[in-house]
Every structure is written in C-alpha cells, then in structure tokens.
C-alpha cells in the first residue's frame, strides 16, 4: 500500500498548547468494558466475561501484544459494577474482593508495566447506574484521593441518582478534586447527557474547563439503528457542538461498537468514519480476544486513526444531505489537507455519487485524494473535475484530501507514517 503524503506525517506531530492539566491534547484511545461486557458479575459461571481483574488483564495484554498500542490505543477503563457493594470501615470505596483480589492498585501497575493506563468509572450520586456505590458530595474528595493512591488515570463520573443542583455542585468539585491530588487524572463528564445535551441547560464553556471529554447524548447500543441515531444528533445539533471541541476538550458519542454482532462490515467503517471525522474519543468496547480481521483492520486503519488524532482538533461537519440518501462529512485538518466521508443511508444497493471538490466548498486548485480504506490515491484533481465514488449501502467512502502543491511521496526520503499522540 502507498505510503500517506509527508503533509499528513507532519500533522502527527505538530505541537498544540495545553488546557489546565495538559491531558488528552487528542481525543483518548482504548478500551471500555460497558457495552460489550455491560454489569456481568457472574464470575462463577462466566469467568472470562465477567467484570474481574482477569477481564481487565486480559484486554491490556491484547493491546500492548497485538499492535493496538503503537496505534494509540493506551486506555484500559473499567466502567460500572467493579466495586464492593460497601465502602471499607473509614469510608473508602473498595473493588470487590472476590472479583478483584488483588486490587485496583496491583491492576494499575500491571497496565503501567506495558506502557497502559488505567481508567475507572464512578457516579455523582447516591448509587451508580448499576446499583453500587455512588459519590456523594461530601465523598468527591475521598474519592478523587483514593483513585488517585491506587495509580489511575482516568475518570468517568457517571449521573444516575442524582439531581440536578448535585450535578451543578460536584462536576466541578470533582475536576478541583482531582487536580488537588497531584497526579494527572483525565476527567471524562457525563453531566450534558443528564440535562438533554444542548444549552441553555448544559453550559458547555464550563465544561471545557473542567473537563477533558464528556458524554452528550444516550448511551450507544450494538445497533446500526443506534449508530445512526447518535450521529444524527450530534450532526443536527453541530452549530451548538462544534464549535465547543478542541485539543483537551472532546465531545463523546461513545463507544466504538465495531467487533461486536450488530454491525456488518461496511456499517462497522461507517463508525469508524464518522468518528475521526468528529474527533471523537476513540474507545472500543469489544472483545479483543475473538475480534475478527475485518474488525481488526477497520480499528487499526492508519489513517482513520491519523484523521482522528489531528492536533487542530476541530471537530468537522456534515455539509450535505442529499434527496439520493447520500451524506457528506468534511473535517479540516493540519497543512491544509481535510477528510471527506461519503455515507450511504440508502437499504438496497451500492449508489454512484457524482460530485466535485468544487460543489463542496473546495478553493480552486490540483489535489490528490487518498482512499482511507482502499489505500488508493486519486491523482489529478482540479477543483472543477467531476468524480464518482460508489457507496454501498449504509457504507463509507472515505478520503483524506490534501492540495498537490504540498504533496512529496515519503519513498523519495525514506518516511515512515508514524502515530504519535499529542498529550
């Protein structure tokens, strides 16, 4: 496969100034219990699917041994259903003893030993979303200090069971909370999901400086239906959300669902697509051990992942729907190049799509346009030149799209693509 332009190399590794905590400069990448393996905790008759320090272990050894790291995939998070059901005897949340008997510390180390991060999940309320011990006002500080003694690195504070003023209170108590401890904890908010998402009830330039990403929207289900419908939401709403995205501030649709049942292979780039194009976090909840190669292929794809990582982090939009049940999606990114997603909405057969740069807001020019998931260039594009590109159904073509003026081929100096996050 052709090598990417050296123009695209370059935006890896451009440099971008830091928020407060200087975390997540890209959007985070890794793994997430949630969706795959939801609150089972019937160990004894599941071992291998129940959340347990074995799970967790087991996901962290797939990424540091099958290339998912050196791709950008650092994060392994627990989400819901890890703790005991009380806190110890001087108010502490614990991990369950029987499914976690080494402790969440021990589970850190082992991830920090591959070159992994740790991130846990906790709720701002009475009880999580899976019935277990919530934080409470008056436990964000106890909390954000325990988290913090066992090596995490990561947090999501979740919303069930609680209310509106609690909310107002401890997201921003939680943030302080988690600077004051000295050690650097990304801090993903679920609070916009629990006031609808959109102002004037999510105050969203308060978020951006309390929070590294945050969840907007329902929680993704193993569906294309879901899949279309959270990304209807958010490109509906994109005069609101697209602006509010930037390097150390995400917005978070959720889950990559791709390896699981409910996506066909197609479907599964259309997720893939749609999230680098929204500069998404890019957290799997899959099971690594079984994932297949096209599901493989799709994740690890090079220049979604570079599309996705691109240290402008601007959010990009969707700029057409058209009658023919075609979409188009643009994202700008470093040195001038940009990505365009072509996405079918149509249920019966592939469709030919006649359109030019021109017709999509392109300046006048020469560009080439390399093909993300067939690793084809398309040379010779002037503005005007009409194209064709066929998009089966519910399926992408994607495009990384760069002026010819900056282009060098990388086999002339011997450049590699190489992924490097910008923290």
């Known amino acids: 496969m ?15 100034s830091a928020l407060d905590n200087g975390l997540m400069r890209t959007p985070p990448m890794g793994w997430m219990s949630w969706e795959r393996f939801r609150c089972n905790v019937n160990c004894e008759n599941d071992p291998k699917n129940c959340i347990s320090e074995n799970l967790f272990r087991d996901m962290a050894d797939r990424l ?8 950008g995939y650092d994060h392994v998070m627990i989400d819901d259903c890890w703790s005991s059901m009380l806190r110890d005897k001087d108010g502490r949340l614990q991990p369950d003893p029987q499914r976690f008997p080494g402790g969440i510390a021990k589970l850190a180390r082992y991830l920090h030993d591959r070159g992994l991060k740790l991130g846990i999940y906790g709720d701002l309320g009475t009880h999580t979303c899976g019935g277990y011990p919530g934080t409470t006002l008056d436990k964000i500080e106890t909390d954000a200090q325990t988290f913090a003694s066992w090596g995490v690195d990561f ?3 979740d919303g069930c069971y609680s209310n509106e ?3 107002q209170k401890g997201y921003p108590l939680m943030s302080k909370a988690l600077n004051a401890t000295g050690r650097p904890i990304g801090y993903s908010c679920s609070w916009p999901a629990y006031r609808g998402g959109l102002p004037p009830s999510v105050n969203y330039t308060l978020l951006g400086e ?4 945050w969840r907007n929207y329902d929680d993704i289900q193993d569906s294309w239906n879901s899949v279309q419908d959270i990304t209807d939401w958010f490109f509906d709403n994109q005069e609101i959300l697209q602006p509010e995205a930037g390097p150390g501030r995400w917005n978070d649709p959720d889950m990559l669902i791709i390896g699981n049942f409910g996506l066909s292979v197609d479907q599964s780039r259309s997720q893939m697509a749609l999230w680098a194009i929204m500069a998404a976090p890019l957290i799997m909840s899959n099971n690594l051990r079984t994932l297949s190669s096209e599901a493989r292929a799709i994740l690890q794809n090079r220049a979604a992942i570079a599309i996705n990582q691109d240290p402008m982090g ?10 023919s049940l075609i979409e188009v999606y643009w994202r700008p990114l470093s040195q001038s190049a ?5 996405l079918s909405r149509r249920q019966d057969m592939p469709y030919q799509y006649h359109t030019s740069l021109a017709k999509l807001n392109y300046t006048a020019g020469s560009y080439e346009a390399y093909d993300v998931f067939t690793g084809k260039t398309l040379s010779g594009l ?13 399926g992408v073509v994607m495009w990384y799209v760069y002026p010819k003026m900056h282009y060098e081929d990388p086999q002339d100096d011997g450049a590699e693509l190489r992924l490097h996050r910008v923290r």
């Open 382 to 394: 002037s503005a005007t030149t009409e194209f064709t590109v066929s998009i089966n159904p519910s």
């Open 64 to 71: 540091a041994e099958d290339g998912w790291k050196e791709m």
């Open 2 to 16: 052709k090598l990417l332009p050296v123009i695209f190399l370059l935006a890896l590794t451009a440099a971008t």
């Open 210 to 213: 309390i929070c590294n990403l």
């Open 314 to 323: 601007v959010q990009g939009r969707r700029l057409l729907q058209e009658r």
């Open 165 to 167: 003023e609690d909310q």
């Open 338 to 342: 940009s990505a365009l997603v072509f």
């Open 155 to 157: 947090l999501k504070l």
